[in-house]
């Protein structure tokens, strides 16, 4: 069974840097492709950043865009998102998920949606 999971959540003020990491297991990390999702309370679960697994294409939600990077360590099955500038509104569950790559075109359309979920780590931000 495909393994996610995810750390590095925590309190940081305004302004401050967070870096999340998500440790997958139990697949083969080099077949798939992975995203980063939030979820604040109230609001519906958003995606927020995905990589590929083939040559590494990043894409972002447009408002992360600059503060945010995702990356992968393919020899450690595990993938970053380094948060910096952080904002109140950046407050939620982050959520690591994937999907395999021949399907992220579909994930980005919005035609399809990420296989495997990981449990989520709470990202804090104070204003």
């Known amino acids: 069974e495909v393994q996610l999971v995810e750390s590095g959540g925590g309190l940081v003020q305004a302004g401050g840097s967070l870096r999340l990491s998500c440790a997958a297991s139990?697949?083969?990390?080099?077949?798939?492709?992975i995203g980063w999702y939030r979820q604040a309370p109230g609001k519906e679960r958003e995606g927020v950043s995905w990589?590929?697994?083939?040559?590494?294409?990043?894409y972002y939600a447009d408002s992360v865009k600059g503060r945010f990077t995702i990356s992968r360590d393919n020899a450690k099955n595990t993938v970053y998102l380094q948060m910096n500038s952080l904002k109140p509104e950046d407050t939620a569950v982050y959520y690591c998920?994937?999907?395999?790559?021949?399907?992220?075109?579909?994930?980005?359309?919005?035609?399809?949606?990420?296989?495997?979920w990981g449990k989520g780590t709470l990202v804090t931000v104070s204003s």
């Open positions: 998920a994937a999907v395999l790559e021949l399907l992220l075109e579909s994930v980005l359309a919005g035609t399809y949606g990420m296989d495997h």
């Open positions: 139990r697949f083969t990390f080099g077949d798939y492709a």
């Open positions: 990589i590929s697994s083939s040559v590494g294409s990043t």
